[in-house]
């Protein structure tokens, strides 16, 4: 089965990944991709916001080790991008970082819903039993629906990430999750099939089959992601995104040149 673009890798700069952006894309070429991008954590106007991201000065660093895997596989189409935290209030901060190279793609996540809390953190973990799942689900979405809003991103990252440790809501959220896939597909934004929820806790890809599902039928257009934070997790479980993402009607995904997309057959 041919690949899709694998359009969410990192590198180490974040702090928590390994591997060299030219040994990705080796192995890349090893799968068969012909099309990745990198998109790793943006960094925040401070340093200390957290311990997972770029700092500020390695902004340039990875854009040159981006620029060095494209310039050792020529035959490989390697996108520049960045993964985005949105946070109300920082807005132009993102904007200021979209100024500063030609990038092709921001993917648009939510980790905070009540800062220093990221809810995927695994250091972080205990503090899910502190609080109410449905409540800590409806603030994630509603802060999804404003980060599509801002106008800021091409892609929306990991639409369900609330589900990685198991913590689910209570009650139905499928009217709050309408309203994301109505303001996404008024606004022209892709949403991706994260294959990194097959490696944790909820063994499930982002997002699962009903919310893809209700993704499509609001013609939500779709990118794909393995989130490698090591070489041997570059483009793992693409077939089964895939193979999800026709199951439930998708015939063609997208891909993003300097911040514009196309539409390529799946």
């Known amino acids: 089965m ?3 673009p694998d359009y969410h ?3 180490p700069l974040c702090r928590h990944a390994s591997g060299e952006p030219t040994e990705y894309a080796a192995r890349a070429r090893e799968l068969g991709l012909t099309e990745i991008g990198f998109s790793d954590h943006a960094p925040m106007p401070k340093d200390d916001f957290d311990q997972w991201r770029m700092p500020r000065a390695h902004l340039e660093e990875y854009v040159e080790k981006v620029r060095r895997a494209q310039r050792e596989h020529p035959d490989l189409t390697i996108r520049l991008a960045l993964e985005v935290d949105y946070l109300p209030g920082y807005e132009d901060w993102v904007r200021d970082l979209a ?3 030609p990038w092709d793609y921001f ?6 819903v009540a800062p220093p809390w990221a809810i995927d953190d695994p250091a972080m973990r205990s503090e899910w039993r502190r609080h109410d799942p449905t409540e800590v689900w409806s603030r994630y979405v509603e802060r999804l629906i404003q980060a599509v809003e801002s106008g800021l991103f091409e892609i929306v990252g990991h639409v369900d990430l609330p589900k990685k440790f198991g913590f689910l809501p209570q009650r139905d959220l499928t009217p709050l999750f ?3 896939m109505r303001t996404v597909a008024r606004l022209g934004i892709a949403v991706e099939l994260n294959t990194g929820g097959l490696r944790k806790d909820c063994r499930e890809i982002y997002p699962g089959r009903a919310l893809l599902g ?3 039928r609001e013609r939500v257009p779709i990118t794909f992601g393995s989130d490698a934070h090591a070489v041997a997790e570059v483009g793992a479980d693409l077939e089964q995104a895939v193979t999800l993402a026709r199951s439930v009607g998708y015939t063609h995904c997208c891909r993003f040149v300097g911040r514009r997309r196309e ?3 799946l």
Do not use: D, K
């Open 178 to 180: 309408e309203q994301l």
């Open 107 to 112: 993917i648009g996540s939510v980790h905070y």
């Open 263 to 265: 539409m390529i057959r």
């Open 2 to 4: 041919p690949l899709p």
């Open 9 to 11: 890798l990192h590198t």
């Open 214 to 216: 209700l993704a499509h």
């Open 99 to 101: 100024g500063r190279h």
